[in-house]
């Protein structure tokens, strides 16, 4: 017998952290190998409820004369688990019944032992908030469990006897892998059991043959590969051996187990329920739900070293990719519908790192992920609610997903975890992610959440608030409903307080988009327009200003006197300092336009922005960025506000060349834009004949284009001009323009007489060339550009 194994017999009933001694040479006989265990210190294990006895061995071997021929001394410690340890247990007990067992233990240190046991029995389990933090974010190692605790500790030496344990009967098989798996979980071992190619091929073989034999035996072995699967460089000898698709069989087959047990079940207790009186039913059924309870521990246990393993192998896409093949998140979906906390972190774990692969989200979405995972929020288990959240997260940034979660009665369940600190942030990101979709905005006027976001907004104290919290609420100010909610009590006053002292240009955004709703709460920034427009100057940051001028924009209240506004704050000259191309970012100018469009609305104020010489300005920018849709709709519409009124009527129509400008821009791509243009030349049409004469014929062009271009491009060959005798025909197109017919234009009466006593002289400067206008010049003043000439050459 080898000394060392020998030597790890010396203490009973727990596990040892033990070194052999060495093999006895062959050439040795010893006479006699005395040993000595002297007792030493006893502490507590620093996580586990368990106590540490150190102690020392000391051993001789004695040559044929009797002679010391090799002696070593060697330190050791036993750990004594003590599972039973709870507020209830008595401690006397208990330390006396551990100082009988253990013979390590000198009874003369029973005192020392119970002051040891009360100690773990009040030491809090729970740790610090930092140290749970760190330890959510990856899956604990799967604990010890059934058929891997053994009374044997296992020796490294004897690794040859292990690994013939694994050529006999399944008992045996179970009891070598796990003896090899206690080697398999102390790092230190790993490097030497790669070493030893022998046993990681048994090993791969009887998990390959035989693990349909043995529960037990599959997660011993899985669970040995798991230990390897921690470190990166070892997992090309897992792939070496293909453990990893042997896993996935294994994990497909044992969720179909789970199905049939699941029928066989049912079909017993439906039996119970139609016949409740019948007990010979009834103990069977339970003699079947007690079977069926121990399959499904061990099962689980398999599963989780099995999905664990798995996981530490997705480290690398390419192998993540192989197992998507296989099928691994339909499997993991599946597995949700367990009850065992820790198998669930693992798989949502799983799923929350494939969720960020397209494909995969639309295999979780094909199994209905959402609707399985709206159980678990709230949980009780806060390490699973936490990776549960994150799993919805990644998942919120689709828009099926995001409508999916609403229909499921995810909205209020996110929202009551505004107040745990825990999950708030987490959750305020999902709920501002369904905050986008505009059809979901109004859902959250029948929550509480908006009463919690103004808490924690007037609770900030930070000069800057936290991103997602004003980006919800600003999202959230987009709501008409939610608007009324925010308003209530002083909610606008605060929240202008703080804008104007922090300068904030988000929260300041928010408040723009409060200020863009009718009704009641527009007019209660009658009392803030002058703070407002104090605010729009250039000393104060370009951000902030934008949304204070956005805001200003918004506030389309006829009682409002903006001739004074604009005339106490010397608004004037600031707008149109910043209608000059390139003074100013594109953002601001275009609030800056928007500003000048609200405010024209007043026939006093379009007078005194006429009178400045706003209006050219407007005409120059809108040639410096004809190709954005956005400036030029927005310019149209101040040129729309303006001939409303008398006084600048007069000035857009004589002075400038804006009509010219609307005519050309009339049948523009964006509907927008034709829909302004359409409105403003009517108006313009109704008070000048001459224009009107203009936009009439040009919309005769364009709406009989193809027809136009039909006819001028016809040409009649000789033989068919004579035809129908020997008078020559008169040509149907003329030298003139089409236009210039007599007949195509309107009277009072109805058509102009045939002789062509009537027709417009503008009209003498043109004429048509394959399809294109050409002239001495275009309309009066304007000046054709690429955007605005294409309704003419475009005549399809």
């Not at 016949?275 to 079947?288: A, G, I, S």
């Not at 799983?350 to 969720?355: D, P």
């Not at 960025?625 to 709709?633: A, G, I, K, L, S």
């Not at 020997?726 to 309107?746: A, K, M």
């Amino acid at each position: 017998m080898r000394l060392g194994a020998e030597l790890t017999r010396a203490a009973v009933g727990g596990s040892e952290q033990l070194q052999c001694f060495g093999a006895q040479k062959w050439w040795e006989e010893p006479v006699a190998s005395p040993r000595k265990v002297k007792g030493g210190n006893i502490d507590v294990h620093p996580s586990e409820k368990a106590l540490i006895v150190q102690y020392e061995v000391e051993a001789t071997i004695l040559g044929e004369t009797g002679d010391p021929m090799l002696g070593e001394r060697k330190e050791c410690q036993k750990i004594i688990r003590l599972k039973s340890l709870n507020a209830n247990t008595d401690i006397t007990s208990l330390a006396r019944k551990v100082v009988e067992e253990c013979k390590l233990i000198h009874p003369s240190k029973l005192n020392e032992v119970e002051q040891l046991l009360y100690y773990l029995q009040n030491r809090r389990d729970s740790t610090s908030g930092k140290e749970k933090k760190e330890k959510s974010s990856k899956p604990k190692d799967p604990p010890p469990f059934e058929g891997m605790e053994i009374d044997e500790v296992a020796n490294i030496n004897d690794m040859d006897e292990y690994i013939e344990l694994l050529y006999e009967d399944i008992p045996d098989k179970v009891r070598g892998s796990a003896l090899i798996l206690q080697l398999a979980r102390n790092p230190d071992n790993l490097e030497e059991l790669l070493l030893n190619d022998t046993a990681l091929g048994a090993l791969a073989r009887v998990l390959r043959e035989d693990w349909k034999q043995s529960v037990e035996l599959a997660t011993n072995i899985i669970y040995i590969f798991f230990c390897f699967s921690s470190f990166s460089q070892f997992h090309g000898l897992i792939t070496h051996y293909k453990i990893g698709a042997l896993c996935m069989n294994i994990i497909d087959h044992e969720l179909k187990r789970h199905e049939l047990w699941q029928e066989e079940l049912s079909k017993k207790k439906k039996a119970v329920d139609e016949d409740p009186e019948n007990q010979t039913l009834r103990k069977d059924y339970e003699k079947t739900f007690k079977k069926y309870q121990g399959l499904v521990v061990k099962q689980e246990q398999l599963l989780r070293v099995a999905l664990y393993l798995l996981l530490n192998l997705a480290e690398d896409t390419r192998t993540e990719l192989k197992m998507r093949n296989k099928n691994i998140v339909h499997m993991l979906v599946k597995a949700l519908d367990r009850d065992n906390f820790e198998l669930l972190i693992l798989v949502v774990s799983f799923l929350k790192k494939l969720s960020i692969f397209m494909e995969n989200k639309n295999d979780m979405v094909e199994m209905d992920i959402v609707e399985k995972l709206v159980k678990m929020i709230p949980c009780e288990h806060e390490d699973l609610l936490n990776i549960t959240l994150r799993l919805l997260l990644n998942l919120s940034f689709d828009t099926g997903l995001r409508n999916k979660m609403v229909q499921v009665g995810l909205l209020p369940k996110l929202t009551a975890l505004l107040g745990n600190e825990n999950y708030k942030q987490i959750a305020m990101c999902v709920l501002y992610h369904i905050s986008m979709d505009d059809r979901f905005k109004s859902m959250f006027a029948y929550t509480d959440c908006i009463p919690q976001l103004m808490k924690m907004l007037f609770e900030c104290s930070d000069e800057r608030i936290d991103l997602e919290l004003i980006s919800f609420c600003i999202n959230l100010a987009a709501n008409k409903r939610n608007v009324q909610l925010i308003c209530e009590g002083n909610g606008l006053k605060m929240l202008m307080k703080r804008a104007l002292k922090f300068k904030d240009p988000l929260l300041m955004k928010m408040i723009r988009n409060i200020s863009q709703h009718d009704g009641p709460t527009k007019n209660l920034f009658i009392d803030y327009v002058g703070d407002l427009a104090a605010q729009i100057s250039n000393d104060e940051e370009e951000e902030f200003v934008i949304e204070c001028l956005g805001t200003l924009a918004n506030l389309t209240i006829p009682d409002l006197d903006w001739e004074l506004v604009l005339k106490e704050y010397k608004l004037v000259p600031y707008l149109k300092d910043k209608l000059k191309p390139g003074a100013a970012e594109d953002d601001l100018v275009l609030e800056v336009v928007i500003m000048i469009g609200t405010v024209s609305m007043d026939d006093s104020c379009a007078a005194l922005l006429a009178k400045s010489g706003i209006i050219p300005a407007l005409i120059e920018l809108l040639n410096a960025q004809q190709e954005d849709d956005e400036f030029v709709c927005q310019i149209i519409y101040v040129f729309y506000q303006m001939v409303f009124h008398q006084a600048t009527r007069d000035v857009i129509i004589k002075e400038t060349q804006a009509p010219a400008y609307l005519i050309d821009l009339m049948h523009d791509k964006n509907n927008e834009i034709r829909k302004v243009c359409d409105n403003t030349l009517d108006i313009i049409a109704e008070y000048d004949e001459e224009w009107a004469k203009k936009i009439q014929s040009e919309k005769f062009r364009w709406h009989n284009s193809q027809w136009l271009e039909m006819v001028e491009s016809r040409q009649m060959d000789e033989s068919e001009q004579y035809l129908y005798g020997d008078d020559r025909i008169e040509p149907y197109i003329h030298e003139g323009d089409i236009l210039e017919r007599p007949d195509l234009f309107y009277s009072s009466d109805g058509l102009v007489a045939s002789e062509g006593a009537m027709s417009p002289d503008f009209f003498n400067d043109y004429h048509l060339q394959n399809g294109d206008v050409v002239g001495q010049h275009s309309f009066a003043g304007s000046t054709f550009h690429p955007r605005i000439s294409k309704c003419f050459t475009n005549t399809h």
